[in-house]
C-alpha cells in the first residue's frame, strides 16, 4: 500500500517538474501575453490593452525599425517597458525634447537599439535614458488580444516619418 502510494506520488512530482519545464521554455523562447499599461504607446496600444509578444526575434537579432517591443526598463531593472524600435545599431537619430525646441542628433552604438513611444508627449523613452542595449529586450509584440473590437496585428507608427533619415 505505502509502496504504491509512493510510487504515485513520484510520478506526479515527476510530470509536475517535467511540464513546469515545458512551460518555462514555452513562455521564455515562445512568448507570451501582457497587459501593457501605461499612456506611451497610444492610440497603437491603450493602457490595459492585452497583447502578445513572441520572444523568438530577439534571440535571432530579428528585431527591426517599427517594431513593438517588451524591454527591460534601463532605469528600473524591476519593471518591463513596451516601446517601438526607432533605431537599430550604427543609425543616426534625430532626437528632439518632448516640447519639439531642441534637436540634435544621436547616433545607436553597436548592441543597442533606439526605443520611443508612439505617444511622444508622454513617454520616457530613449530620448532620456539614451540608447537601450540589445539584451534588454524581451520579445517583439505583433498581436493585440483584448478589447476584443480591435484584436488583430499591430499597425504601423502614427510617426512613421520617424524611420526616415531626417
Not at 31 to 47: A, D, F, K, R, W
Not at 141 to 158: A, M, Y
Amino acid at each position: 500500500m505505502l509502496r504504491g502510494v509512493l510510487g504515485k506520488t513520484f510520478r506526479l512530482v515527476g510530470y509536475t517538474i517535467q511540464y513546469g519545464c515545458i512551460a518555462h521554455c514555452a513562455f521564455e523562447y515562445v512568448g507570451g501575453v501582457l497587459m501593457c499599461s501605461g499612456p506611451s504607446m497610444e492610440p497603437t496600444i491603450q493602457n490595459s490593452d492585452i497583447v502578445f509578444a513572441e520572444n523568438l526575434s530577439r534571440h535571432f537579432y530579428g528585431i527591426q525599425r517599427g517594431d513593438i517591443v517588451v524591454a527591460k526598463s534601463p532605469s528600473d531593472p524591476k519593471s518591463s517597458i513596451c516601446k517601438r524600435v526607432i533605431g537599430l545599431e550604427g543609425d543616426k537619430i534625430l532626437t528632439s525634447s518632448p516640447a519639439g525646441f531642441f534637436k540634435n542628433h544621436s547616433y545607436v552604438p553597436k548592441g543597442h537599439v533606439w526605443l520611443e513611444g508612439d505617444n511622444l508627449q508622454n513617454s520616457a523613452d530613449s530620448r532620456y535614458y539614451g540608447p537601450v542595449p540589445y539584451g534588454l529586450i524581451t520579445g517583439r509584440i505583433f498581436l493585440k488580444i483584448w478589447p476584443l473590437n480591435d484584436f488583430g496585428f499591430l499597425r504601423e507608427s502614427p510617426n512613421g516619418h520617424r524611420f526616415s533619415d531626417e
